[in-house]
């Protein structure tokens, strides 16, 4: 069950890429969290609200990609680490940053996603220990 997991995590990045929308593994009553650093922390209720706010991402990076470095799951809990990459639409800059995604699964679709900035904090949320690296229990 944890290949088909993590294969179902691993098309919703693809398909977020290519598309530039959540992936039609969302459940439509899902939720996205941003990071509590994040200037815009909130929660996003519903697959219309997410799309909302992932369009803000493509707004300020046209270019943007999220890519999964790694990928762990536990149960209905998934830890992915992931990189974010892209041009800023006025400036030109390039960004780059590392985040966590926690994601929650729920009968091969997405239940929820919340982004963390500790990789440590986002390990331990999927139930993993971050020393040893091992689940702590399934969920």
Same mark, same amino acid.
């Given at each position: ?18 598309? !530039? ?23 996003? !209720? ?18 943007? !990609? ?48 919340? @982004?963390?900035?500790? !990789?440590? @904090? ?18």
């Amino acid at each position: 069950m944890s290949q088909e997991i993590e294969e179902l995590v691993r098309f919703g990045y693809e398909w977020f890429n290519r598309e !530039r929308e959540p992936s039609p593994t969302w459940l439509a009553d899902g939720e996205f969290i941003n990071a509590r650093e994040d200037p815009d922390h909130a929660v996003y !209720r519903g697959i219309d609200a997410i799309r909302k706010q992932h369009q803000g991402w493509f707004d300020a990076y046209p270019d943007l !990609r999220v890519e999964p470095l790694e990928i762990r799951s536990n149960g209905d809990l998934v830890f992915v680490w992931t990189r974010f990459t892209g041009h800023g639409a006025d400036s030109g800059a390039p960004m780059e940053m590392e985040l966590a995604h926690v994601i929650t699964v729920e009968g091969r679709k997405t239940r929820r996603v919340q @982004e963390y900035t500790d !990789r440590y @904090e986002a390990l331990r949320a999927a139930g993993f220990d971050p020393a040893g690296g091992a689940a702590s229990g399934e969920h």
